[in-house]
């Protein structure tokens, strides 16, 4: 009976697992299903905005392009960076993305290192004032008075000085720099280096993750900018990128027309299939101003989650 019984015993775990096995085949099954319909659903809009630009332009206006491209022809992103001042707003744009990031980083790398020193001077009532701007503003209006009597409209440090200081940022790195071990500090300070060193020496090469978390959200944030561009400048000669697209957007129609009638002598422009609307328009800007942002992101994906977990978690 004792034979009898372990083998029934033995059957018994062997059909569990066989019902385990099965059940976490169907649930992974489940949950790779689900990710995958949520990931199409992220990419297709940015997908069906690629193929209307390249497919014919009469029947992308009418809304017969929906999941792949017909009468493929590539004259929309021809026609849409002769657009009058491209060029110059994508300089503007680059140019206030690459300093204002590396300055937002730098600013937010400092300020939360010295935050996390217990021996600075007044140091929480400097991270608390910093902070409390997070929840408190005055509101457009006295922004914009501050910034003209700084002689900030129609000046490219408008773009750059305001978002130095970024509260939010301070926080990933103070909290980031007090989760590592504080005996690299006090290692370094025993060995006679100052602050400054610590912070170039010891804190930023460990720090990288952190300030490429930054150094992402600081990018889209300027690059996605259009309201400064709005309420400060009024020289063309500023106008980013973004502002560009805002202004494109709400004047696609007319635009089309410009654009079509500066190309009436080119046999390209003899079909429908080529001609410019207003949904061209629109749309091959839109994927030109977000394409930089989308080929640079993945560069920096691997640092991102590794950053956001450790600069949001404590211990």
């Not at 004259?75 to 503007?92: E, R, S, T």
């Amino acid at each position: 009976m004792s034979d009898k019984a372990a083998g029934l015993a033995v059957n018994n775990v062997h059909t569990n697992n066989k019902h385990s096995s099965i059940t976490e085949i169907l649930i992974s099954a489940l949950i790779y299903t689900l990710y995958t319909l949520f990931a199409l659903l992220c990419i297709f809009p940015f997908y069906s905005i690629i193929i209307n630009t390249i497919s014919a332009n009469d029947l992308s206006a009418r809304g017969e392009i929906v999941f792949y491209p017909q009468q493929i022809h590539f004259q929309n992103y021809l026609d849409v960076f002769k657009i009058p001042g491209l060029w110059n707003a994508a300089v503007v744009s680059l140019g206030r993305t690459l300093i204002g990031t590396s300055l937002t980083v730098g600013a937010s790398a400092f300020l939360g290192f010295m935050f996390s020193q217990e021996d600075m001077w007044g140091r929480k009532f400097w991270y608390r004032f910093t902070i409390i701007t997070m929840f408190f503003n005055a509101g457009i209006i006295p922004w914009y008075l501050t910034m003209r009597s700084l002689h900030l409209t129609n000046h490219f440090l408008a773009y750059i000085l305001p978002t130095i200081v970024a509260p939010f940022f301070i926080i990933l790195v103070k909290t980031f720099v007090e989760s590592t071990p504080k005996e690299l500090q006090q290692a370094a300070s025993i060995d006679g280096a100052g602050i400054m060193t610590i912070f170039f020496k010891v804190i930023l090469p460990i720090s990288k993750p952190i300030l490429a978390t930054v150094a992402i959200f600081a990018a889209v944030d300027q690059w996605n900018s259009f309201q400064d561009t709005l309420l400060l400048v009024t020289d063309s000669k500023l106008y980013s990128l973004q502002f560009i697209l805002y202004n494109y957007i709400n004047q696609a129609s007319s635009l089309s027309t410009m654009v079509n009638l500066q190309n009436a002598g080119s046999t390209a422009m003899a079909t429908l299939a080529t001609k410019q609307t207003t949904t061209s328009i629109r749309m091959t800007v839109t994927i030109i101003v977000v394409a930089p942002i989308l080929l640079v992101y993945p560069l920096f994906q691997r640092f991102f989650v590794k950053g956001i977990m450790i600069g949001a978690v404590k211990g």
